[in-house]
């Protein structure tokens, strides 16, 4: 298996299809045989196309052709979301999962707009100085690693929230998951690498050995998952209690014993997603819709554009010194006010409505000075009145209906611990709790009450599903991975688009920037420009170099009806569609 960055495919070929084991043939292959074009053995990355009716941008290529079949059986976005959802809980599991949780974005082509928020909740036992020691230092790595780092997972709740938009039945939508699981997938270079990198962990963190630590992992192997088949088979069987209760119910508390886990089985019972009202606000003649608390990321991009939209940008060039210290003074200013103030909304009185207003973006840029390196000491919150590891997915179906999803174990494979007989991940999402005031997070985010743990509290997030409509007509689907980047590479890939007319694949794969207020640092890409880093440097600000962050997939329409989609040059990111 090679990756050919020139045509940017990447040929994947099984080393036996044959070596399914007699076993596992019980299940018949319902999905698979209907759609012999998806062979799971044997699949391409395609980056960039454009499709006549839908489109999906995922992070792995079986998931988008699994959402792009759904839409081609005569399902709509929906059904092609949920899908793929289900999907990459299998075939990419350092992120895609059942044991985590998300914000699904929409708008429907009739102009309606939803929010639903599947992050997981604080569990009933939880308190707000549970990571700290009798001295009321942090434990290390206790919100991170095993399952006393999890929270509620909401995923499975998230999905069949979201079915009631959708058209075909949730039992064959969760089909294609249940064949990858049972039937096996080959794995990439990617996937190989990771697996054999957290084995130690895994066997650590987990009551039992797993799919994932049966052998040291190469490119090309087959990894089948049993146990996440039937897990996935009881959800098909029983909708929401097939997680929530009866078996996998048990098996997830049995864990729980493991590594000193709280989640008890009314926890799981009692789980609901939350319907969030989007955050909406227009910039340059297209409308941004995108997720409010308790995601950050809304908030964030309104700020950040609102801030730079009376600078001309477009006049200033792409990632050159001026419009990058532009963007980085709107970020420092941001990420400050996310630190301070953003939390759960049905926790804590998020001023959003003050934060995304015009006049306090004018506010906050008084004391901008162009060419002039800001200080993150003298910068602070405004004054208000009132593992790197997630993966994002976007669809536009035939009929004009737009899905943004971003999903998140947290961490990549998130707390390392496999749900033993149930076959899947648990996510540390405790840690975007400030588990500390002023203590930083995995991101080195820092944060205070607003985002203190409370049972039943949900986590503040960076996940930025974000959707774009000009003239009240649909126009893009995106979102990225990444942490705290999120944000960022979101504001940053509008900017591209719309600022500096970028085609989408432009706007995705440029080299990216991040400023988070506190380390007062400008992280770039290693194939950030060497002339802007420079001149940013003479300007006082302290410039970093950091590995590639984030996986920025999407779709747009074009002028002329074709959705084109994007996937990122970052990771294995693939395109498919009808
Ligand atoms: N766990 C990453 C985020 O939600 O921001």
Same mark, same amino acid.
């Given at each position: 298996?090679?990756?050919?960055?020139?045509?940017?495919?990447?040929?994947?070929?099984?080393?036996?299809?044959?070596?399914?084991?007699?076993?596992?043939?019980?299940?018949?292959?319902?999905?698979?045989?209907?759609?012999?074009?998806?062979?799971?053995?044997?699949?391409?990355?395609?980056? %960039?196309?454009?499709?006549?009716?839908?489109?999906?941008?995922?992070?792995?290529?079986?998931?988008?052709?699994?959402?792009?079949?759904?839409?081609?059986?005569?399902?709509?976005?929906?059904?092609?979301?949920?899908?793929?959802?289900?999907?990459?809980?299998?075939?990419? *599991?350092?992120?895609?999962?059942?044991?985590?949780?998300?914000?699904?974005?929409?708008?429907?082509?009739?102009? %309606?707009?939803?929010?639903?928020?599947?992050?997981?909740?604080?569990?009933?036992?939880?308190?707000?100085?549970?990571?700290?020691?009798?001295?009321?230092?942090?434990?290390?790595?206790?919100?991170?690693?095993?399952?006393? !780092?999890?929270?509620?997972?909401?995923?499975?709740?998230?999905?069949?929230?979201?079915?009631?938009?959708?058209?075909? *039945?949730?039992?064959?939508?969760?089909?294609?998951?249940?064949?990858?699981? /049972?039937?096996?997938?080959?794995?990439?270079?990617?996937?190989?690498?990771?697996?054999?990198?957290?084995?130690?962990?895994?066997?650590?963190?987990?009551?039992?050995?797993?799919?994932?630590?049966?052998?040291?992992?190469?490119?090309?192997?087959?990894?089948?998952?049993?146990?996440? !088949?039937?897990?996935?088979?009881?959800?098909?069987?029983?909708?929401?209690?097939?997680?929530?209760?009866?078996?996998?119910?048990?098996?997830?508390?049995?864990?729980?014993?493991?590594?000193?886990?709280?989640?008890?089985?009314?926890?799981?019972?009692?789980?609901?997603?939350?319907?969030?009202? *989007?955050?909406?606000?227009?910039?340059?003649?297209?409308?941004?819709?995108?997720?409010?608390?308790?995601?950050?990321?809304?908030?964030?991009?309104?700020?950040?554009?609102?801030?730079?939209?009376?600078?001309?940008?477009?006049?200033?060039?792409?990632?050159?010194?001026?419009?990058?210290?532009?963007?980085?003074?709107?970020?420092?200013?941001?990420?400050?006010?996310? !630190? /301070?103030?953003?939390?759960?909304?049905?926790?804590?009185?998020?001023?959003?409505?003050?934060?995304?207003?015009?006049?306090?973006?004018?506010?906050?840029?008084?004391?901008?000075?162009?060419?002039?390196?800001?200080?993150?000491?003298?910068?602070?919150?405004?004054?208000?009145?009132?593992?790197?590891?997630?993966?994002?997915?976007?669809?536009?179906?035939?009929?004009?209906?737009?899905?943004?999803?971003?999903?998140?174990?947290?961490?990549?494979?998130?707390?390392?611990?496999?749900?033993?007989?149930?076959?899947?991940?648990?996510?540390?999402?405790?840690?975007?709790?400030?588990?500390?005031?002023?203590?930083?997070?995995?991101?080195? !985010?820092?944060?205070? /009450?607003?985002?203190?743990?409370?049972?039943?509290?949900?986590?503040?997030?960076?996940?930025?599903?974000?959707?774009?409509?000009?003239?009240?007509?649909?126009?893009?689907?995106?979102?990225?991975?990444?942490?705290?980047?999120?944000?960022?590479?979101?504001?940053?890939?509008?900017?591209?688009?719309?600022?500096?007319?970028?085609?989408?694949? %432009?706007?995705?794969?440029?080299?990216?920037?991040?400023?988070?207020?506190?380390?007062?640092?400008?992280?770039?890409?290693?194939?950030?420009?060497?002339?802007?880093?420079?001149?940013?440097?003479?300007?006082?600000?302290?410039?970093?170099?950091?590995?590639?962050?984030?996986?920025?997939?999407?779709?747009?329409?074009?002028?002329?009806?074709?959705?084109?989609?994007?996937?990122?040059?970052?990771?294995?990111?693939?395109?498919?569609?009808?």
């Amino acid at each position: 298996m090679k990756l050919n960055t020139s045509k940017t495919t990447l040929s994947i070929i099984a080393l036996s299809i044959l070596s399914i084991s007699t076993s596992t043939q019980a299940h018949a292959q319902n999905f698979l045989k209907k759609h012999p074009q998806i062979n799971p053995y044997q699949y391409e990355v395609v980056k %960039e196309k454009a499709f006549d009716h839908g489109a999906v941008t995922s992070a792995h290529p079986l998931a988008s052709m699994v959402g792009a079949a759904m839409m081609q059986e005569g399902g709509n976005a929906f059904d092609a979301a949920i899908a793929t959802q289900f999907s990459l809980a299998v075939v990419f *599991p350092g992120a895609g999962n059942i044991g985590g949780g998300g914000f699904m974005l929409a708008r429907k082509a009739n102009g %309606e707009i939803l929010g639903i928020d599947y992050r997981e909740a604080a569990p009933s036992k939880a308190n707000r100085d549970m990571y700290l020691d009798e001295k009321g230092n942090v434990i290390p790595g206790k919100s991170r690693d095993g399952a006393s !780092a999890s929270g509620i997972p909401g995923s499975v709740a998230g999905m069949i929230s979201t079915h009631t938009y959708a058209k075909l *039945p949730l039992a064959v939508l969760i089909e294609p998951a249940i064949e990858f699981a /049972e039937f096996g997938y080959v794995i990439t270079e990617k996937e190989a690498k990771g697996l054999n990198s957290e084995k130690a962990n895994f066997l650590k963190n987990s009551s039992a050995a797993s799919a994932f630590t049966q052998k040291e992992w190469k490119a090309g192997d087959t990894l089948y998952q049993p146990e996440l !088949a039937a897990t996935l088979k009881r959800i098909q069987k029983n909708g929401l209690a097939g997680f929530y209760e009866g078996a996998t119910a048990d098996m997830i508390v049995k864990e729980m014993e493991h590594s000193a886990g709280i989640i008890t089985k009314e926890d799981l019972k009692n789980y609901k997603p939350k319907f969030r009202k *989007p955050l909406e606000f227009d910039y340059k003649g297209h409308h941004i819709i995108s997720f409010a608390p308790p995601s950050s990321g809304g908030i964030l991009i309104a700020q950040m554009m609102k801030m730079i939209a009376p600078f001309g940008i477009e006049k200033m060039g792409y990632n050159t010194e001026a419009s990058v210290s532009l963007m980085v003074e709107a970020q420092r200013r941001a990420y400050a006010d996310r !630190a /301070e103030h953003m939390g759960d909304p049905d926790y804590w009185k998020v001023p959003t409505k003050t934060l995304i207003s015009d006049a306090y973006a004018a506010d906050r840029m008084k004391d901008y000075q162009p060419g002039v390196a800001g200080s993150s000491k003298i910068t602070q919150a405004g004054q208000v009145h009132e593992s790197e590891q997630t993966t994002h997915f976007s669809v536009i179906d035939g009929e004009g209906n737009m899905v943004a999803i971003t999903t998140t174990l947290n961490d990549t494979y998130g707390n390392k611990t496999i749900v033993a007989g149930a076959g899947f991940l648990l996510n540390n999402e405790m840690d975007d709790f400030s588990v500390k005031p002023g203590v930083p997070n995995m991101y080195g !985010a820092i944060g205070g /009450e607003a985002n203190s743990i409370q049972p039943g509290k949900r986590m503040l997030s960076s996940m930025t599903p974000t959707l774009v409509t000009v003239n009240n007509k649909p126009y893009i689907s995106i979102g990225s991975p990444g942490g705290t980047t999120i944000p960022n590479q979101v504001y940053e890939g509008l900017v591209n688009i719309i600022d500096h007319k970028m085609t989408l694949k %432009e706007a995705v794969d440029g080299p990216r920037f991040h400023h988070q207020w506190i380390p007062d640092v400008v992280a770039v890409e290693a194939d950030f420009p060497e002339a802007t880093v420079n001149a940013l440097k003479e300007k006082g600000y302290t410039v970093t170099k950091r590995g590639r962050f984030g996986r920025m997939d999407g779709v747009q329409i074009l002028p002329n009806g074709k959705r084109t989609a994007a996937g990122d040059k970052r990771g294995d990111d693939s395109v498919a569609g009808y």
